[in-house]
């Protein structure tokens, strides 16, 4: 069994309850959440790659692109 282990300070992230009732679909929920995990608090601040989200969430990079272009509309 593979030991799960976070290198930041706390190893735990906030997501805001309200993100639970958006009408957001799979893909785009997933890279909300992993974009919000690597945010650099204080200002929010995110700059991972399309391949480094699609790693995570362990989808290709044309579904991260489709849950970008979703979270860009709303």
Known sequence: MTRLTDRTRYPFFMVPNAVYTLPLGGYA??????????ANNPD???????????????????????????????
């Open 29 to 38: 929920l997933a890279v909300y959440l992993n974009l919000r995990r690597r």
């Open 44 to 74: 929010g601040a995110a700059f991972p790659s399309l391949e480094q989200v699609a790693d995570d969430v362990k989808f290709s990079t044309s579904s991260v692109r489709r849950g970008l272009a979703e979270l860009l509309e709303k």
